[in-house]
């Protein structure tokens, strides 16, 4: 491994996996993904995934066998169930450095362009934190990176990587992982035609043989779903959850946003690097035309941003997949920058004292921006914990358990209901409607019931103890 490769990779292992547990699960997914992969574990049905005992079929089970395999592995903690993004993040990061250097991009441009992906604010808070998304990421990068590099020269090597990531992106999010991905390459291809005037057929058809050998590990899995589930469960994963969520029909789903949501994201999709985004694809927008490799990159966030934009679910980790082709851009935006300071080395304005110490200044402001994140990650997060963390609630539960109290959840939602599995390691008694609340409740005097609520319980429901995480107050309560 090169020099540069190597403090690359140093640099994004301290980013990624710095104080890695050092808080608890936080946010709804965490606690749900973490729940989920916690019963995966418990119950050792490795098809069907289940949150709070039933079927959750939202998205394809890769990042729950993987954390499964974790908890297995290492026992239930955060720190296990957030090392596959973790990984997926690193490997992403590497991956990008190592294709740049095969498309002839000189060192010190792919390392930048490492570098501002790793140190992207949302790309380094998601792939610090329980869920799919980092896998998702990983597979779209690997397949777009093989996909370019395929058009230049074709290889087996190619073909594999490409495949590898179409099955990595399938089996984190389904539909959404082909899409992804797909609509770059269509757009990408549509354009060379285009400015070509010629169809060249082995281009399309390439990609597209290649892409449904990636789908063979999904289409295992969905056999497999078939035989537990039937048809409505493979429906469920492929149309309820992936083209109801694009067309809006599937309502349960949330997220819903107007069309302008994107749009009002971007001055905070790439801190902090978001004015080298926009102001390289303004810079590089006349060199499309005679610069294949900008134009890939240009069309990659581009394609993806419209179509996101397009899907009635919307949310700003969707965009997390466009982050490697903006890292490109800020870097070599970045680069023209650097070489333009070269001209004022002899100015004695300011810009001549900047150009004078350009290596200086670069690495100060990477110095800065590196080290608030493992300070983050050490100081924040913990104190955030405070108002976010599931611990308590569940420890109070254990407690009550302890002394020989039965708790049930009452209409549990995914976050409490996901942390409950997790931190307790079992699956709690579940109550849907006020009937089976009051029957439970009236069936011991010993009988603890947790609910959630804007509003403390009315009468005859007695609070015996009140606890928030979050906004959101949960209440103990018995008759």
Known sequence: MSRPASSLFLLAVLLFFFALGNHQLQGSTEARVAGIAMQMHLDNDWVTPRLFGEPFLEKPPLSLWLDAGAIRA???TPWAVRLASAFAGLFSVMLLYAMLRRFGRPEAVAWTAGILLATMASYWSNVRGVGEDALLALGVTMALLAFFQGQRHSSVGNALLFASGIAIA??????????????????????????????????????????????????????????????????????????????????????????YYYLAKLPEAFLPWNILVYLGLWHFRKSLMANRYLLFFTVWLLAQFVMLTLASSKRTVYLMSMTPAAAVIAAEYA??????????????????????????????????????????????LPHADRKLSFLPLTEQIQTLRASGQQVALFQANERVGGASVFYTQRVLEGLDTEAQLHEFLRASSSNVALMAGAHEPAAPLKVLKTMKVGRQAYYFVTL
Do not use: C
């Not at 900047?354 to 200086?360: F, K, Q």
């Open 74 to 76: 290492f026992g239930g």
């Open 170 to 259: 399938t089996l984190s999010k389904g539909v959404l992982g082909l899409a992804m991905p797909g609509v770059v390459i269509f757009a990408y291809l549509s354009a060379e035609t285009v400015m070509d005037k010629r169809l060249k057929l082995s281009d399309w058809l390439r990609p597209g043989l290649l892409t449904l050998l990636g789908l063979v590990p999904l289409m295992i899995w969905l056999a497999l779903l078939y035989q537990r589930g039937g048809a409505h469960a493979v429906g469920e994963v492929l149309l309820t959850n992936s083209v109801g969520r694009f067309s809006g029909s599937f309502v349960e789903a949330g997220h819903y946003e107007p069309f």
């Open 335 to 380: 680069n023209v920058l650097f070489e333009r300071l070269k001209a004022h080395i002899e100015a004695p304005t300011w810009l001549g004292v900047i150009a004078r110490h350009r290596r200086g200044v670069v690495m100060s402001v990477l110095t800065v921006v590196i080290g608030s994140y493992p300070a983050a990650a050490q100081w924040a």
